[in-house]
């Protein structure tokens, strides 16, 4: 699978890496305004895919066209709800720059407990306090609740959902819809550990 990236990507050389190091990837190059690649990474509202891309791989949630957008770690903690066979119950995430709330929040070690704010019914979002981020996500399935976390580096993080959206796009490159991580959850999970996520069964919290 050929891969360009929009040079104005953030994290552009860490999702670079990620993806040289996969075996499906043959080539990873710069966008140039050709539309003659497989897949490009960029923002959806990034200039630079004008002409737009036959398949996009975004790590926001708009997306122009074809692609799989939500490439974040969002997007990863919704992807294991469906690997699961359950769905989102809540999600706690801590990441650099969040502001503090007055919702405690208790992350894996090293983040620890933390105080954030609600976003939605089903989200909050609390700052972590260094360049490590966390997600916590609880799962409701039919045999009971299941509870997954992950702790990384922010950027490492970042930039491996991102990527993971590119390999997992092989099987649906020819899909006319707009995807998330939801939709390819397996292989998109498999990509993320892959490349070093690892993820942490926990029992859930009372």
Same mark, same amino acid.
């Given at each position: 699978m050929k891969v360009t990236l929009s040079r104005k990507t953030p @994290? @552009?050389? !860490?999702?670079s890496r990620v993806l040289t190091a996969d075996p499906t990837i043959t080539t990873v190059s710069y966008w140039d305004g050709r539309n003659d690649t497989d897949v490009t990474v960029a923002?959806?509202? +990034?200039?630079?895919?004008? &002409?737009?891309p036959r398949f996009v791989v975004t790590a926001d949630e708009r997306l122009?066209?074809?692609?799989?957008?939500? #490439?974040? &770690? @969002?997007? @990863?903690?919704?992807a294991l709800s469906r690997v699961a066979g359950g769905h989102v119950k809540h999600i706690s995430w801590a990441k650099p720059g969040s502001s503090r709330g007055a919702e405690p929040v208790r992350f894996p070690s090293p983040v620890g407990l933390r105080y954030g704010s609600k976003v939605t019914d089903t989200l909050t979002m609390a700052p972590a306090g260094s360049a490590i981020a966390s997600f916590v996500v609880e799962i409701e399935t039919e045999g009971g609740p299941i509870q997954y976390a992950v702790? +990384?580096?922010s950027e490492f993080l970042a930039a491996v959902c991102w990527a993971a959206g590119v390999i997992a796009s092989g099987p649906v490159l020819?899909? &006319? !819809?707009?995807l998330t991580p939801i939709d390819v959850a397996e292989t998109?999970? !498999?990509? #993320?550990?892959?490349?070093g996520i690892v993820i942490a069964r926990q029992e859930p919290s009372s």
């Open positions: @994290l @552009l050389q !860490r999702v923002y959806a509202d +990034d200039e630079a895919v004008g &002409p737009a122009e066209g074809s692609g799989i957008a939500d #490439c974040n &770690p @969002l997007g @990863l903690a919704k702790v +990384d580096d020819e899909s &006319p !819809r707009q998109y999970v !498999r990509a #993320c550990q892959a490349a």
